[in-house]
């Protein structure tokens, strides 16, 4: 192409190169910290992981909310307490159980629906 550097071709060229080295610079950095924050929710996600088993370990009950359909899950042995206990759903705040025997609940065992690792269905 027969281009210096002093004419003006030559230093559009020259810019446009010292932009691309920029560019590269920026995305080789963005590149860094993408990795260090893929490893850091690799990491949460092996917490999670240890958590979930550990809470797998105790019998829980599954309820639904029958106003607005909401998944629930309580300890079994609420069913054992001496005082009265109501359960009432997060999203609405309807009672959805309360271990006096006035409601009627099927028991069902987290551990017997889900292997660990499984997600639950929201």
């Given at each position: 192409?027969?281009?210096?550097?002093?004419?003006?071709?030559?230093?559009?060229?020259?810019?446009?190169?010292?932009?691309?080295?920029?560019?590269?610079?920026?995305?080789?950095?963005?590149?860094?910290?993408?990795?260090?924050?893929?490893?850091?929710?690799?990491?949460?996600?092996?917490?999670?992981?240890?958590?979930?088993?550990?809470?797998?370990?105790?019998d829980y009950m599954e309820l639904?909310?029958?106003?607005?359909g909401e998944q629930l899950y309580?300890?079994?042995?609420?069913?054992?307490?001496?005082?009265?206990?109501?359960?009432?759903?997060?999203?609405?705040?309807?009672?959805?159980?309360?271990?006096?025997?006035?409601?009627?609940?099927?028991?069902?065992?987290?551990?017997?629906?889900?292997?660990?690792?499984?997600?639950?269905?929201?």
């Amino acid at each position: 192409m027969n281009i210096t550097g002093g004419s003006p071709q030559g230093k559009i060229i020259s810019g446009i190169l010292n932009v691309l080295n920029e560019i590269a610079d920026e995305i080789s950095g963005i590149q860094t910290k993408f990795d260090e924050m893929q490893e850091y929710i690799e990491s949460v996600d092996d917490d999670l992981l240890d958590l979930e088993e550990s809470v797998l370990d105790d019998d829980y009950m599954e309820l639904e909310c029958r106003n607005c359909g909401e998944q629930l899950y309580i300890e079994s042995d609420i069913m054992d307490d001496e005082d009265v206990i109501e359960v009432t759903c997060p999203r609405c705040n309807e009672v959805i159980f309360i271990n006096d025997g006035s409601f009627d609940h099927e028991h069902i065992s987290v551990d017997e629906e889900f292997e660990v690792g499984e997600s639950r269905p929201s």
